[in-house]
């Protein structure tokens, strides 16, 4: 959705328009399932934290303030309570640093072979060097390449300062070198599959 779209709905939203929520709920469902799997794995209560989001929109639509981003303002709210059951499931082991959050994103191998015209020995030395960048810097790419977010969405949805996020970037970059573009085709072709592969009773 554009800018003016997103304004436009959350403001219907923001007076009491109920069917303004259905269709953000219908919109971003599927990217909002997504992204809360890759930090956390129960699906169910993946499934619980973006249902118990829209109660909370929708009990508090009054007070709501405006945004540009529908997006950016519901990944913002289903990271911080996905983090929140996080740290209360592990009470012995701290999650309060950024890079402490688990984030469970691979690149596929096969996609890569098939989408890329690949050989196995390239495409899984592509797999091998994307491991090895921390989790912020993989949910930084995922939300980049995968998720289409540009650097000022992805610094408020990770409440990172603007240029920590960027020397993050500088960091993946130098170690991915001209593995770069092929990881991120990968990302984008690994979108577009898994959107159409979710089942449709998640919805």
């Known amino acids: ?23 953000i709920y219908d919109n971003e469902f599927r990217y909002l399932f997504n992204y809360g799997r890759k ?3 129960k699906t169910e209560l993946v499934e619980d934290s973006i249902h118990d989001l829209f109660v909370e929109i929708w009990q508090k639509h009054n ?13 913002t709210s289903l990271r911080r309570k996905i ?6 499931q592990n009470k012995s082991q701290s999650v309060e640093s950024f890079d402490g959050i688990p984030f469970d994103v691979e690149l596929a191998v096969d996609e890569m072979i098939i989408a890329q ?21 993989k949910e930084i790419l995922y939300l980049r390449f995968y998720q289409g977010l540009d650097y000022e969405q992805i610094a408020e949805v ?17 170690n991915l070198r001209g593995d770069m573009l092929l990881i991120m085709i990968s990302l984008s072709t690994q979108a577009a ?6 089942p449709h009773d998640y919805i």
Not at 5 to 16: A, E, N, P, V
Not at 83 to 88: F, G, I, P
Not at 193 to 198: A, E, F, K
């Open 39 to 41: 930090i956390f794995q």
């Open 1 to 23: 959705m554009s800018t003016n779209s997103d304004i436009f709905l959350w403001d219907k939203l923001r007076s009491g328009d109920k069917n303004a929520l259905k269709v």
């Open 63 to 75: 007070s709501l303030g405006p945004t540009d981003s529908i997006r950016r303002y519901l990944s």
């Open 117 to 137: 015209e690949l050989g196995e020995e390239q495409a899984l030395k592509l797999k091998n060097a994307f491991e090895k960048l921390t989790s912020k810097q």
């Open 83 to 88: 983090v929140s059951e996080l740290k209360k």
């Open 158 to 174: 990770l409440d990172m300062k603007y240029q920590s996020l960027r020397n993050a970037v500088s960091r993946a970059i130098k």
């Open 193 to 198: 599959l898994q959107y159409s592969q979710i």
